[in-house]
């Protein structure tokens, strides 16, 4: 949104709020309230992303695929510290 003010309503504003400190002060405090709510909103949804990736990758965990003729690039799965693939057995 941009305004353009002239050289009048600018002179307007200035009287404004050298007479009324009071209500500029109060106006610039909800300014600063709801500026303050959408930075905290951000940070939020930023830290629930990482947080979702971490815990999908702990979950997921390695995703590697074999080539095995017999079962073909299923993922495999973390076995007494070897990759093995559920479907046939093959392991690294």
């Known amino acids: 949104m941009k305004i353009e003010l002239d050289e009048k309503s600018i002179k307007n ?3 404004y709020a050298k007479n009324n ?3 500029i002060l109060e106006l610039m405090e909800q ?3 709801q500026t303050l709510e959408i930075l905290m909103k951000k940070e939020i949804l930023e830290r629930g992303a990482q947080l979702y990736k971490m815990i999908k990758r702990e979950i997921v965990g390695p995703v ?3 080539k095995c003729p017999q079962c073909r ?3 495999l799965k973390k076995i007494k510290n070897k990759l093995t693939c559920p479907e046939c057995g093959w392991s690294e």
């Open 13 to 15: 504003l200035i009287k």
């Open 21 to 23: 400190p009071k209500e």
């Open 31 to 33: 300014f600063a309230d």
């Open 64 to 66: 590697t695929h074999h």
């Open 73 to 75: 690039y299923h993922p």
